[in-house]
T-cell receptor, first 113, second 117 residues
Framework: EAQVTQNPRYLITVTGKKLTVTCSQN?????MSWYRQDPGLGLRQIYY???????DKGDVPEGYKVSRKEKRNFPLILESPSPNQTSLYFC????????????FGPGTRLTVL | AQKVTQAQTEISVVEKEDVTLDCVYE???????LFWYKQPPSGELVFLIR??????QNEISGRYSWNFQKSTSSFNFTITASQVVDSAVYFC??????????????FGKGTLLTVNP
């Protein structure tokens, strides 16, 4: 089944404790991206990747890191999480950026205390 | 900069009513793509439709239909004979194909549709 998976689905952590949210797609898509969804602010892009080893900042990259060592994986790293990073996070992928529809993972609900 | 406006924050209808969700967009590109996504109470984002800027034909898929009008920069979504299972937040989104756009989806704030039995 074609899908985007994310882990964990739910996470409660404390300020400053490094964490990684994994994202994997099995559709051989070139483009992958991370979004966060916040009440009243909608969905905003954090980082994106056009292909392996090609990543760039989105609209709200502060406090996040990403890597794209393999085509299928695009982990999101929070080196020192803070309460303002409490949010619902979505990973997405598409065949080609900007042209094709993006398929979203199930979301990761992160709470930083 | 690209922008998507969904002026209707919440809509409530009774089952079997028709309902139209409005979407107005702004872009300077001549080539762009419009999308609708559905987010049911379970939280996932489900792709519904993609439309490119050169194709203004309306589209119908079962009870769903979309009206794309470049003259008014609108891409409205109509559900005919609504059902309780249509209750969700619906997002309109825009993607530009030009350089520097990050190829990101710019989302509207969403419209919460509640269909009551």
């Amino acid at each position: 089944e074609a899908q985007v998976t994310q882990n964990p689905r739910y996470l409660i952590t404390v300020t400053g404790k490094k964490l990684t949210v994994t994202c994997s797609q099995n559709m051989n898509h070139e483009y992958m991206s991370w979004y966060r969804q916040d009440p009243g602010l909608g969905l905003r892009q954090i980082y994106y990747s056009m292909n392996v080893e090609v990543t760039d900042k989105g609209d709200v990259p502060e406090g996040y890191k990403v890597s794209r060592k393999e085509k299928r994986n695009f982990p999101l790293i929070l080196e020192s999480p803070s309460p303002n990073q409490t949010s619902l996070y979505f990973c997405a992928s598409s065949l080609v950026g900007g042209v094709n529809e993006q398929f979203f993972g199930p979301g990761t609900r992160l709470t930083v205390l | 900069a690209q922008k998507v406006t969904q002026a209707q924050t919440e809509i409530s209808v009774v089952e079997k009513e028709d309902v139209t969700l409005d979407c107005v967009y702004e872009t300077r590109d001549t080539t762009y793509y419009l999308f609708w996504y559905k987010q049911p109470p379970s939280g996932e984002l489900v792709f519904l439709i993609r439309r490119n800027s050169f194709d203004e034909q309306n589209e119908i898929s079962g009870r769903y239909s979309w009206n794309f009008q470049k003259s008014t920069s609108s891409f409205n979504f109509t559900i005919t004979a609504s059902q309780v299972v249509d209750s969700a937040v619906y997002f309109c989104a825009l993607s530009e194909s030009g350089g520097g756009s990050n190829y990101k989806l710019t989302f509207g704030k969403g419209t919460l549709l509640t269909v009551n039995p």
